[in-house]
């Protein structure tokens, strides 16, 4: 055989090599698939996790609740699930990749403004006299959930609450993160995220929503069909909906279950 | 003969793997399902505004670039040479970070935002700021393809036409120009291709918004959250518009080479 066949030879095998390590986690690795907002709390809840399960570890995949529910229907091996939308979690559930969702906790919408309008907008029924808005996109949860709260707010405000609001929106971001950032920035004034994103940035003002006008968004979670660690897999999803789980994601601006 | 299989087996594995995902596009669904796709609402505006935003922007890029490329390809010296690098990185910093950079320079809290605004202008979240990003992303192209081709210019022909007395300009324009000109046409082919391709930079600094600044590639991300059908059609159109372009290039430098001759 020639230097270039094997050459081409080894570059297969690495390649094949590099397929079989990404797929089956390993003996005690419990892989948990979650939503990008839920990163603080289940980092902490990891770190419990270990100590009370000595030699078993968590591999997290953070990402939007789209990209994870790609990820499970093409194929991805996972333990847990948990998703920033009942939505998504159901159409998992009726494909046959997780099994019984229960309710982790609920998120709060809230109005985030920038430091220089900040003066001007104090409360939820000041939207309107923002100079620019971005929300999020009609296909994303915050997006529908925004427009469910404008249409609220039509009804019992008046004035044509919803369409002076659209007038200022200049944009609808594909994910919740891409509001966040432009507020953050200044560049637009108002933007519609959830509470749990605004947790330690100092750079803008937060602006409740009127319970009445409000929505909650809830963040199911769930064990796959076949998880490589059920027993741990139990036991992760028993810690995060115990008193110590919801106390974590209290701390990270989520509702608890029962709240809301 | 065994000598050539070992060779040609790398090669068709790099092959098939960068081909078989733009097959898959095409393949994947039925004519009828591409047909109903391109019919999404979406895609009219976005195919509207990526045309009038990358013509806007690839004129720009000649217009200001082919001066840019004839003084880099003619000045010498250390300065120069680290001009050129640093006008290149644009190529390979991430979109999204270029976007940040672009707020953070032409945004309303941005270093040139206060004299913006006394110009009464606001860039971020307008179809200005879509043109502005896909230059910023698109020029290098033009550039590192504008000063090669300059570079070629055999330097005697230059040196005539001065002893004749051509002015600088008329030299730009009357002799380099005309000799460059395949190597200008493919590298504003590119930049206009890559701007086509736009998407980190637009999001970040253009925001998305449907007729204003929702270009194809914000259309497709934004589609392929609920119409997966809709996005891989709108990809389709993308990768024949970028065919077609890419074939253009080939073509002019085809002719280049041959008016050139062999380079030494």
């Not at chain 2, 008016?259 to 030494?264: D, T």
Request: charged share 15%; proline share 6%.
């Amino acid at each position: 055989m020639t230097r270039g066949a094997w050459m081409a030879l080894t570059l297969v095998a690495g390649v094949a090599a590099c397929t079989r390590t990404v797929e089956p986690p390993k003996e005690q690795a419990l892989v948990v698939f979650a939503a990008t907002s839920l990163r603080e709390p289940f980092t902490a809840l990891a770190r419990d996790f270990s100590q009370a399960h000595p030699g078993v570890t968590i591999t997290f995949n953070f990402a939007g609740t789209q990209e994870l529910r790609a990820q499970l229907l093409q194929g991805a091996v996972a333990d847990v699930l948990a998703s920033a939308d009942t939505r998504s979690m159901g159409e998992l559930v009726r494909s046959g990749h997780v099994e019984s969702p229960a309710l982790l906790a609920k998120g709060e919408p809230v109005v985030v403004v920038s430091r220089h309008a900040a003066a001007t907008i104090t409360d939820f029924a000041a939207l309107p006299r923002a100079g620019t808005i971005v929300i999020g996109g009609p296909e994303v949860p915050i997006g529908r959930y925004t427009a469910q709260i404008l249409a609220r707010a039509d009804a019992k405000l008046g004035g044509s609450f919803a369409a002076r609001v659209q007038e200022r929106v200049v944009s609808r971001e594909p994910n919740v993160k891409q509001v966040l950032a432009k507020v953050r920035m200044g560049e637009a004034d108002a933007g519609v995220v959830y509470r749990s994103d605004t947790v330690g940035v100092l750079e803008l003002s937060v602006v409740a929503i009127p319970a009445e006008l409000n929505v909650v968004a809830e963040y199911p979670i769930a064990i796959t069909t076949a998880p490589p660690h059920p027993a741990m897999a139990r036991a992760f999803v028993e810690l995060a909906r115990s008193p110590a789980g919801q106390a974590a994601l209290q701390r990270a601006g989520f509702l608890p279950q029962g709240g809301g | 003969m065994r000598e050539r299989l070992t060779l040609a087996l790398p090669g068709a594995l790099l092959a098939a793997f960068l081909v078989l995902p733009l097959l898959a596009l095409a393949g994947t669904a039925t004519p009828d399902e591409l047909l109903r796709g391109l019919g999404h609402p979406l895609v009219a505006p976005a195919l509207r505004l990526s045309a009038t935003t990358t013509a806007v922007s690839t004129t720009i890029v000649v217009l200001l670039g082919v001066p840019l490329a004839w003084w880099l390809s003619r000045a010498r010296g250390r300065w120069a040479s680290l001009a050129e690098t640093v006008l290149q990185l644009p190529i390979v910093v991430p979109p999204a970070v270029a976007g940040v950079a672009l707020l953070l320079a032409f945004g309303r809290r941005g270093v040139a935002g206060p004299a913006l605004e006394a110009l009464g202008v606001v860039i971020p979240f307008s179809t200005t700021a879509v043109v502005l990003a896909e230059v910023f992303v698109a020029a290098p192209f033009f550039l590192q393809a504008g000063v090669s081709a300059f570079r070629r210019i055999d330097d005697r022909l230059i040196l005539v036409a001065r002893s004749l007395g051509a002015s600088p300009s008329t030299l730009l324009v009357r002799v380099a120009m005309p000799l460059a000109a395949p190597g200008l046409v493919a590298g504003a082919a590119m930049s206009w291709a890559r701007a086509l391709g736009e998407f980190g930079a637009t999001l970040m600094f253009a925001g998305n918004m449907e007729g204003v600044t929702q270009t194809l590639p914000l259309a497709i991300y934004t589609a392929l959250e609920s119409d997966l059908r809709a996005a891989q059609a709108i990809s389709l159109v993308l990768v024949v518009m970028a065919f077609a372009l890419l074939a253009l290039v080939r073509v002019a430098l085809h002719r280049f080479e041959r008016a050139l001759g062999p380079s030494v």
